[in-house]
């Protein structure tokens, strides 16, 4: 018998995004403080794991994004 061995997945910190969602840089890069102050009002643009652009939509609740990897977030 073969041994598989599993590819062990980078630790991510969880809730702590690599990527801004809402000008997609690196969140570690600083100068997000515009983002921060625009996302209060509007949905986000990019996932923060991945960085790909989001497919947001406006619902009667807020918002709605969705990453085709990572699943949907509301506002
Ligand atoms: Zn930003
Ligand atoms: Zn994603």
């Known amino acids: 018998m073969t041994e598989l061995v599993e590819p062990v997945a980078p630790a991510e910190p969880a809730g702590a995004g690599r990527w801004c969602d809402r000008c997609g840089e690196p969140s570690a890069a600083g100068g997000h403080d515009a983002c921060a102050a625009a996302r ?19 619902v009667p609740t807020g918002w709605s994004a969705v ?3 990572h699943g949907e977030i509301r506002g």
Do not use: D, S
């Open 40 to 58: 209060a009002l509007e949905p986000p643009r990019y996932c923060v794991h991945c960085r790909r652009r989001m497919k947001v939509q406006v």
């Open 67 to 69: 990453c085709v990897e």
